[in-house]
C-alpha cells in the first residue's frame, strides 16, 4: 500500500519528467535526502517507478490492480509436482499493493491437523512464497518429506558433537516429536499480507 508522501513523490515524478533528486527534496519541502531516497527505494521495490540513466521513470502498474495468487488445497500427500497446474484449485485475487512481494512466487495452502496448534489451527488459510534458499531459523515453512506435504517449523540447532544441524518441529511439541531434515524439501516459507 502507498502512503500519502509516496503518492506525493510519484505525483511530482510525473508531473516533472526527468526531475532530480534534489528537485523532489525541494518540492517536498524536505532537508533530508536519505527519506525521499527511502520513499523512492520503496515505490521501485513495489514496481512504481524504475530509475533508468539516472531518470525515474513511472511504471504502469496500479495501485488498485488485484493478483490472482494459486491454492492448491490441503497438504496433499503424494509425489508428483508439487506445483503443477492440474494441483491448482483455485486462485484467491488479493489487491497487488497487499502483497509482500512483488514478484508472483506465492500460493496459498490449507493447514490440515493439529501439529502447529495453537499457532496455526486445522483449516486455516496459509500464505506462502517460494524459496531457493535455506529458511529462516525457526520459520515456519511448508515441505515435502518423502512422499508426505507437511507445515512445519524450521529449527536449526547444535547436535552433542558440537554440529549444526536442522529439523522440523511442530508447534505442538505434546503430541509431535521434531522430524529430522533428510529427505526433505523446502518449497515455501509462511508470508504475510501487508
Known amino acids: 500500500m502507498l502512503t500519502e508522501r509516496q503518492r506525493e513523490v510519484l505525483t511530482i515524478i510525473k508531473e516533472n519528467p526527468g526531475i532530480k533528486l534534489k528537485d523532489i527534496i525541494s518540492k517536498l ?3 533530508a535526502v536519505s527519506t525521499v531516497h527511502v520513499h523512492i527505494q520503496k515505490l521501485i521495490q513495489q514496481g512504481f517507478l524504475i ?3 539516472g531518470k525515474f ?38 489487491p497487488t ?7 508472483n512466487n506465492l500460493f496459498f495452502i490449507k493447514a490440515k491437523g493439529d501439529s502447529m496448534e495453537p499457532n496455526i489451527s486445522d483449516g486455516q488459510l496459509l500464505l506462502f512464497r517460494k524459496i531457493s534458499n535455506t529458511p529462516a531459523n525457526n520459520a515456519i515453512v511448508f515441505c515435502k518429506k518423502g512422499d508426505g506435504l507437511k507445515i512445519k517449523r524450521f529449527n536449526q540447532y547444535i547436535d552433542e558433537e558440537g554440529n549444526k544441524k536442522f529439523r522440523l518441529v511442530s508447534d505442538n511439541k505434546l503430541n509431535y516429536e521434531p522430524l529430522s531434515c533428510e529427505d526433505v524439501e523446502i518449497l515455501g516459507q509462511l508470508t504475510h499480507l501487508k
Open 57 to 94: 521513470i513511472i511504471t504502469d502498474r496500479d495501485e488498485n490492480e488485484f493478483t490472482p495468487i494459486p491454492y492448491y488445497g490441503l497438504a496433499q500427500c503424494g509425489d508428483t509436482d508439487v506445483f503443477s497446474e492440474e494441483r491448482i484449485i483455485d486462485y484467491i485475487k488479493i
Open 97 to 103: 499493493k497487499n502483497l509482500p512481494y512483488p514478484n
Open 51 to 53: 530509475k533508468e540513466n
Open 29 to 31: 519541502n524536505l532537508k
